[in-house]
């Protein structure tokens, strides 16, 4: 079962604008990532933020975490056409491996 | 260096009959994790191992399997295959456990007609 869900399940945007998605999950975790998705290939990582971090930046990306309401964001700033895709959180537990619990994602659309 | 590599990347069978499908992590890598995802149930965990030990498992029939080899690489077979088995499986390959930030690779796409 999916640990959470992500909002919004669709977005489209034009180039250049920010893009924001988030994500809520259901019980204590150790790590947050954030993977991409292009057309059912594989997942790319994105960014990894741990359950003591409340907000990580890579490049164009910024996270935060909000461990008391169990949410996270992902910002894509300047967005780009090459950044459609579709955009999953995971989470892992403390204690649980690499076992990973997806939600169901956002697919970004971005219109060049 | 080379990245994770699954076999075989399309695949179609005959519901009743059995599948195996192989994983070759990133060298030096001794976790292997697979997934299946699909349409309706989105990504799903099957299961991990490490060091050719099964960590964890997801909530699956036994018609689902696994195992690792002392090289690392891993394979998952399905037995009795249904047609909700259709999906595409994914294996990511990490250094160690419980560390995140793991490496995909691109996908088996498993048909049953």
């Known amino acids: 079962s999916q640990q959470g869900e992500e909002d919004p399940q669709a977005l489209s945007i034009q180039e250049g604008e920010n893009a924001t998605m988030n994500c809520s999950y259901k019980?204590?975790?150790?790590?947050l990532q954030w993977y991409r998705q292009n057309s059912g290939r594989g997942l790319v990582h994105l960014i990894l933020?741990?359950?003591?971090?409340r907000e990580k930046h890579s490049g164009r990306l910024r996270v935060t975490l909000d461990t008391s309401k169990k949410s996270s964001s992902l910002l894509i700033t300047a967005s780009r056409a090459a950044d459609t895709a579709s955009y999953f959180c995971?989470?892992?537990?403390?204690?649980?491996?690499?076992?990973?619990?997806f939600g169901g994602g956002t697919r970004l659309m971005v219109k060049p | 260096k080379a990245g994770v590599t699954q076999t075989p990347r399309y695949l179609i069978k005959t519901r009743g009959q059995q599948v195996t499908l192989s994983c070759s992590p990133i060298s030096g890598h001794r976790s292997v994790s697979w997934y299946q995802q699909t349409p309706g149930q989105g990504l799903q965990f099957l299961f991990e191992?490490?060091?050719?030990?099964?960590?964890n498992k997801g909530n699956f029939p036994g018609r689902f399997s696994g195992r690792q080899f002392s090289n690392s690489r891993s394979e998952m077979n399905v037995s009795t295959l249904e047609l909700g088995d259709s999906a595409l499986y994914l294996c990511?390959?990490?250094?160690?456990?419980?560390?995140?930030?793991?490496?995909f690779g691109s996908g088996t796409r498993l048909t049953v007609v």
């Open positions: 933020i741990r359950s003591n971090e």
């Open positions: 990511a390959s990490s250094p160690l456990t419980g560390v995140g930030g793991y490496t």
């Open positions: 019980t204590s975790i150790n790590n």
């Open positions: 191992y490490f060091s050719e030990t099964q960590r």
């Open positions: 995971a989470t892992d537990a403390w204690n649980a491996g690499n076992m990973l619990t």
